[in-house]
C-alpha cells in the first residue's frame, strides 16, 4: 500500500451527467495501481480560502489508461469549484484513501442511494459473481446504463417515475431480490434501512459509510461513528470513517 501524499493531477475530461452531477476523469498515473472499489480520493480546492479537502469516492478505475471516475454532486462553494474545471487543469489530490470493500459472496446485491451510487460502479465491474443491482434516486437518475454492463439492475425513485416507487428496500422487495452478500453506499437512513434488512434476512452486508471529514487521513477525529468495539486508536467505541472505513460490515458499527 503506498502512502499517501499530494499530487497535483491532470483533468483528462470534466462533464455534466445530469443537473447538478459532474463526471470527472483525472490522469492518476501510480494512483490505479493501489486503488481499490470503496475507496476515495481528497481533492484540494485551488482558491486558498477553502484549505480542507473534498472526499470523494473512486467510481471507476482505468488501469489501461492511468486514470480514475469521480462522479460527484454540486453542495458547495468546493464541488462548485470543481464543476468549472476543465480538460488539462491541474487539481491537487490525495489517495487512494480509506477501506474499500472486500470481494466476497456468491449472488451479490448491490444497493446504492443518490451520491452514494458512483463507489458501486468499480465494484461492478471486479466482481465477478451472479449480482443484482438497486439504485434508489430522488427522481433524476445518472449512471444506470452503465451498471448494465454489469448486472441486472433495479430502480427505485421516490416519485415512481421510474421503476419502483419508494426506496431501495421497496424496490428489493417487490422483486423478490435475494443475495448472500450485501454492498451498499448511500445516506445513513438508506444504510440503516439496508443493516435492518440484513440482519433480518441473516445477510452479511458491507456498508461505506460517508460523513463530514476534515483531514480524510485518520489524524483528526472530524469523522467518527460509532463502533460495536472498543477501538485500539482512540480507546472507545468509536472508529474513523476515513481511515478504518469508509466500508465497514454491517456489525462492526451502530448506525
Ligand atoms: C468517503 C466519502 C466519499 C464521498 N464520495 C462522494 C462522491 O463520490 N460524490 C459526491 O458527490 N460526494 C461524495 N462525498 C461527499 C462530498 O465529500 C461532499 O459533498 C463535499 O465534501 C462537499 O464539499 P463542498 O465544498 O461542495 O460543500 P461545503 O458544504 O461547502 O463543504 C464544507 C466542508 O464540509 C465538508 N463536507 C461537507 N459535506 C460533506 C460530506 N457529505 N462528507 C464529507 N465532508 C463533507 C467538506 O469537505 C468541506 O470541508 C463523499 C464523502 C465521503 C466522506
Ligand atoms: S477526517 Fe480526520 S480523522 Fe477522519
Redesign the pocket.
Known sequence: MSIAIKKSIRVLKNLMLEEG?YDLWLEADDMVADARPGQ?VSLY?NDGG?L????????EIDRDKSSIR?????????????SRLKTGDLIDCIGP??RGFTLEGSKALLIGGG??I??LLELAKQLSCEKDIVLGYRDLTFLENDFKKYGNVYISTEDGSIGTKGNVIDAIKANNLTADIIYACGPTPMLKGVKEYAEVNHIKAQL???????C?IGACLA?VCQSTEVDHHTNVHNKR??KE??VFYADEIVL
Open positions: 452531477v476515495f480546492c477553502r480542507l479537502p473534498r472526499p470523494i469516492s473512486i467510481c469521480l462522479v460527484y454532486r454540486v453542495l458547495g462553494k468546493g464541488t462548485e469549484e470543481f484513501l480509506g451520491i452514494g458512483p463507489p461505506s459509510l460517508e460523513e463530514r471529514m476534515a480524510g469523522c470513517i476515513c472505513g469508509p
